[in-house]
């Protein structure tokens, strides 16, 4: 079984170089908040890795492989702890789900949901998810894309770090299947309405709104303790979801 605390393991990304050979600084949407692994996410690194876990690796996957099925594949980003990830797992066996998330403690913590449930449709990568679709995931492979409640970067000055981006939008697209779909959830009305100027510029997208803005919460999403006290306390929370047309 293999040692989660080794470099491979440290490094969420990796880094690239120019001809000169100095290493390339790269505008990230996240930073390693790295809290400290308790006793039981770390024993589920060590325990449960060989079975859940899935390394980085500049080689696509091979899903069948994976999951010994050829069930569609539901990619999530940025899972944070995993609870949701996990209910949708678990709810839905006849999909493959793979869930990214850079910070292990949360890998952990998803780890020890999907073993208490004796999910088996599930796999984590610990790392950058824009590496993980660059070199992992095949061309119109995937049924659905989820990205709910990223980084908002509410500060403007911090905008740029935003992970919805044309190019990130165009990335996603050329993973998902013809009429595949790509749902983004968040709280932050003003990257809600950045995310809907993106796709809506973005070509190969129709969104799937009646009024072309946003759509209910569907069932498919479960609805998060933090979400919910949002909810009573007046918050708004934004769901979209854009389908690839071609």
Known sequence: MKDV????Y??????????DGKAIRKVRSFVRREGRLTKGQQHALDTYWADLGLNFS?????????????????VEIGFGMGSSLVEMAQAMPELNFIGIEV??????????????AGIKNLRVICHDAVEVFKYMLADKSLSKVQLFFPDPWHKKRH????IVQPKFVQMVHEKL??????????????YAEHMLEVLDKAPGYENLANDNLYV??????????????GHRLGHGVWDLMFQRKK
């Not at 440290?10 to 001809?19: L, S």
């Open 216 to 229: 209910p919460r569907p069932e498919s999403r479960p609805l998060t303790k933090f979400e919910a006290r």
């Open 177 to 190: 299947s013809v009429a595949g779909v790509f749902h983004l959830a968040t709280d932050w009305e003003n």
């Open 10 to 19: 440290k490094d969420v990304n990796t880094q690239e170089y120019n001809e």
């Open 159 to 162: 905008h740029k770090r935003r």
């Open 103 to 116: 910070h292990r403690p949360g890998v952990g913590a998803c780890l020890i949901s999907a073993q208490k």
């Open 5 to 8: 605390n080794t470099q491979e």
């Open 58 to 74: 500049a080689k696509l996957l091979d899903y069948q492989q994976v999951f010994g099925n050829n069930n569609p594949v539901v």
